[in-house]
C-alpha cells in the first residue's frame, strides 16, 4: 500500500492483487479506510473464519460458513482514531507499512490493532463472499497474480547472478540496487513491446490475418533474444525513431481498426 499511497503520476490505481503473504484482517481493515480495494489471491482461504454480523443473524443456505461475529462496539469505539491514521496517511505523515509494524509489534496491548483487525474481519468476509459467487472475479484476481509474478521473474532474470548483488548490508545500497534493477527491466520491456508491435504492424501490412485475442495475451517479458553477458557500444549520437505512444493499423481480413498502446510495468 505504500506505493499507492506515495504515487505521484497520473495514473490512480485503487486495487492491489497479492499472494496470501499480502493480506491480513488488519490489513483488510486499513486498506478499506483508504480506499483500497484489496483482492488477494489467499492459499487455503477456506481455513479462515467468515463473520456474522448479528450473533442471531442465520442464513438459509451458507450459514455452515459463519463461525464468529464482528465487535461492532469495538469499532464504533476506536473509529475516531482509525480515522486519525487514515487521515495522517492519506497526508504523507506516515507510511501504511509502518503503521502496520507498530500497531502488530504491540497487538496484544493495543486496542487500536485489534480495531483495525474486527474491521478487516467484516470486509474480508464480504470479499470472501464474493470471490466464492464471481467467477470472473476470480479469474481476474488470478491473471493479475500471474502477472505480478511473471514481472517478478523477468526481474531476477535481468539481475544476473541471482540478486547476490543485492547482499549489501547498507540499506541505501540495497535502494540503488533495487531501483537500478527494475529501470533495466522497464527498459527491456519497453524495447520488447516496441519491437513486437512493429513486428505486428509489418504482417498486418503484409496481409496476414492476426488474431486480436492472442496479441492481447502475448507477454513482454521475453528473454531468449537478450543477451546479459557480452560487451556493449554505445552510441550516444544515435537519434530514436519517433514512435507515436498510440499507432492505428488496419487488420485483414475484416478492416477492423484497432488502437493499440504499449503498457509498460512501473
Known amino acids: 500500500m505504500d506505493y499507492l499511497v506515495e504515487n505521484d503520476s497520473d495514473v490512480r490505481p485503487d486495487t492491489i492483487h497479492a499472494d496470501t503473504q499480502g493480506q491480513s484482517a488488519a490489513i483488510f481493515g486499513l486498506a478499506h479506510l483508504l480506499g483500497i480495494q484489496l483482492q488477494p489471491r489467499i492459499r487455503n482461504w477456506k481455513g479462515l473464519n467468515f463473520y456474522r454480523s448479528k450473533p442471531a443473524l442465520q442464513y438459509e443456505h451458507i450459514d455452515l460458513l459463519f463461525s464468529k461475529t464482528i465487535d461492532w462496539n469495538l469499532i464504533e469505539t476506536m473509529l475516531p482514531e482509525m480515522l486519525r491514521v487514515a487521515v495522517s496517511i492519506g497526508a504523507g505523515r506516515i507510511k501504511p507499512s509502518t503503521i502496520l509494524r507498530r500497531l502488530a509489534t504491540y497487538s496484544r496491548k493495543s486496542k487500536l490493532y485489534f480495531a483495525f483487525r474486527e474491521l478487516g474481519h467484516a470486509v474480508r468476509t ?13 479469474r481476474l484476481i488470478q491473471s493479475a497474480t500471474n502477472k ?8 531476477q532474470w535481468v539481475a544476473f547472478g541471482g540478486g547476490a548483488l543485492a547482499a549489501e548490508g547498507i540499506r541505501d545500497e540495497q535502494r540503488k540496487f533495487i531501483k537500478y534493477n527494475h529501470l533495466v527491466a522497464n527498459l527491456l520491456i519497453f524495447h520488447n513491446v516496441v519491437t513486437m508491435s512493429k513486428a505486428l504492424e509489418q504482417l498486418a501490412a503484409e496481409g496476414h490475418a492476426l488474431d486480436t485475442e492472442l496479441i492481447a495475451s502475448s507477454s513482454p ?3 531468449e533474444h537478450l543477451n546479459r ?3 556493449y557500444a554505445l552510441n550516444r549520437d544515435r537519434v530514436p525513431e519517433p514512435l507515436d505512444s498510440v499507432r492505428e493499423f488496419r487488420m485483414p481480413p475484416h478492416g477492423e481498426r484497432i488502437t493499440r498502446t504499449a503498457q509498460v510495468a512501473v
Open 126 to 138: 464480504s470479499f470472501l463472499l464474493e470471490y466464492l459467487s464471481d467467477v470472473e472475479l476470480r
Open 148 to 155: 505480478s509474478e511473471r514481472f517478478n521473474q523477468f526481474v
Open 221 to 223: 517479458y521475453q528473454t
Open 229 to 231: 553477458f557480452g560487451r
